[in-house]
Each structure stands twice: as structure tokens, then as C-alpha cells.
Nanobody, 118 residues
Framework: QVHLVESGGGLVQAGGSLRLSCAAP???????????MGWYRQAPGKQRELVAT???????NYAESVKGRFTISRDNARKKVYLQMNGLKSEDTAVYYC?????????WGQGTEVTVSS
């Protein structure tokens, strides 16, 4: 298990930007680097869904709904992963969760809330 701490959520107007951060302060670098890191989100009344993932070497994958607007990145030395969100829409409103995956093992952060007002 990886202890994950998210930050950066908040209230923003449609069209605005936010940057989410996720840190793994209790992990050593090699453990962090062994995980595929990702961001998921859960809107009220809906299931949790994938937003983006990134491997150790920087290969990223995005949900169709955020392609071209969101960018995931990671700093392996600092054990952090980021989600830059531009062109935010009301449908991006959700609680965003950081995820660390290694094989069948998943670790989750506590979530950070993003609210986009139209």
C-alpha cells in the first residue's frame, strides 16, 4: 500500500484551470516508481471513472472526455503526480482521487473536490 495525499481542488468557473497534486510522502522513490499512477473521479450519483494514467517512463493514457484538456505528469524524484486541468466544464465536477497501481494492488488517496460553475 502507498499512502497518497491529494491537493489542489476547489471551485472554478467554466473555462478555467486547476492543477491537482498527489504526493506519496511515506514511500521511498523506488516503490513510487514501481507504480502506475493515475487520477480517477467520481461525480455525485455516478461510478468512479478513469481520468488519466501515467507510467514510470511517462507513457500516459486519457479518458476521451478529457483528451486535449487535461495533462497528467509525474516527478519521480519528488514522488508526485500532477493533473493539469484546462478548459474545465461543469461535467468535470467531481471528487478526484489519486491512484497507485502495481499488479493487482491499488492504493487510493482521500480525494480532492473539484467544482466547476457554469
Amino acid at each position: 500500500q502507498v499512502h497518497l495525499v491529494e491537493s489542489g481542488g476547489g471551485l472554478v468557473q467554466a473555462g478555467g484551470s486547476l492543477r491537482l497534486s498527489c504526493a506519496a510522502p511515506r514511500s521511498i522513490t523506488s516503490v513510487f516508481n514501481a507504480h502506475v499512477m493515475g487520477w480517477y473521479r467520481q461525480a455525485p450519483g455516478k461510478q468512479r471513472e478513469l481520468v488519466a494514467t501515467i507510467t514510470r517512463d511517462g507513457t500516459s493514457n486519457y479518458a476521451e472526455s478529457v483528451k486535449g484538456r487535461f495533462t497528467i505528469s509525474r516527478d519521480n524524484a519528488r514522488k508526485k503526480v500532477y493533473l493539469q486541468m484546462n478548459g474545465l466544464k461543469s461535467e468535470d465536477t467531481a471528487v478526484y482521487y489519486c491512484n497507485a497501481r502495481r499488479g493487482d494492488s491499488d492504493s487510493w488517496g482521500q480525494g480532492t473536490e473539484v467544482t466547476v460553475s457554469s
